[in-house]
């Protein structure tokens, strides 16, 4: 298969967040190869230094900074930092979560806050941190990440489909405000995207991977380089017009 190269990223800084591992270690090795400056940020250390060496041959070696998302004034540093460092962000890729799955009976006040400090409350202050980078360079895309979840209601995982619902309501409050300067707002929500850890937590046999792609219209395994070619697509100027949006990419699944 061939897929499509933006000239539009070459050289163009890119934010992204959870880059370290799963579909954000996607995200960064394909804005990597197009030529962009990437840096990202993760909790996991080793794990994004290791991501930041295999990708040091790339036309511009990614940058790796440790920082916790739910720590607001740490990540707002880091965005200035890099803002310093590699030039004005010209794209923001809102990919971290965390997917911890726990009923309804089990939610407690202090769960619930944790769990919005890390699926929602950074997808806000990252956008506003890189606002006036965005503004300087007279364009911007912002990319929010939800997740299919919370169409289907599943049950296991409140608090984790509330902040993907409210990501939409995110993406297009911040699409209205901050269009004028030339700055668009979109999310991806895929679908169930086969990484090392849903392999390891939540499809561990081969049997359960069949049911899952059986449940597709496109009867292949989703893949975190498919949510990052989307990626690509929302962050080049190949989708200009596209704004306020969100796209799901699940191969179908219902
Ligand atoms: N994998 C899927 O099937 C799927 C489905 C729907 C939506 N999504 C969404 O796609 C995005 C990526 O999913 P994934 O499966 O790769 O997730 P993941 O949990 O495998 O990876 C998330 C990354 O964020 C990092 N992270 C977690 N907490 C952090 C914190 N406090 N500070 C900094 N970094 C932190 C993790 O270390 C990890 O590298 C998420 O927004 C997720 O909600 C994924």
């Known amino acids: 298969m ?24 996607d995200i960064v090795r394909a804005f990597a190869a197009t030529g962009s400056k990437v840096a990202f940020v993760d909790i996991q250390d080793e794990v994004g230094q290791a991501l930041a060496d295999e990708l040091a041959g790339s036309a511009h070696r990614p940058i790796f900074r440790r920082c916790d998302l ?29 997917d911890d799955r726990r009923e309804v009976d089990d939610v407690t006040p202090d ?11 950074p997808q806000f ?28 209601g599943a049950p296991n995982m409140p608090a984790y489909t509330t902040a993907k619902a409210a990501v939409l309501g995110l993406t297009r ?7 004028a300067d030339n700055i668009r707002v ?28 059986s449940r597709q ?11 990052a070619r989307t990626a690509l697509f929302l962050g080049a100027d190949d989708s200009r017009m596209i704004t306020k949006q969100s796209i799901i990419v699940d191969g179908g699944l219902s």
């Open 2 to 25: 061939n897929f499509a190269q933006y000239p539009s990223l070459s050289g163009r800084v890119v934010f992204v967040t959870g880059g370290a591992s799963g579909i954000g270690a």
């Open 111 to 121: 769960y619930w806050d944790w769990s919005q400090s890390i699926n929602l409350r």
């Open 217 to 227: 219209c496109i009867r292949t395994v989703l893949r975190g380089e498919e949510i």
């Open 125 to 152: 202050f990252t956008a506003q941190a890189v606002r006036p980078q965005m503004r300087e360079l007279g364009y911007g895309s912002i990319i929010n990440f939800s997740s299919i979840a919370w169409r289907g």
């Open 186 to 213: 979109n999310s991806i929500e895929p679908g169930a995207v086969m990484t090392e850890k849903q392999y390891a937590l939540w499809y561990k046999t081969p049997e359960s991977v069949d049911a899952l792609v």
């Open 70 to 98: 739910t720590d607001t004034e740490a990540t707002q540093a880091v965005i200035a930092e890099i803002g310093r460092e590699l030039g004005p962000i010209g794209v923001l890729v809102n990919n971290a979560a965390n």
């Open 173 to 179: 409050s911040l699409a209205r405000a901050f269009g």
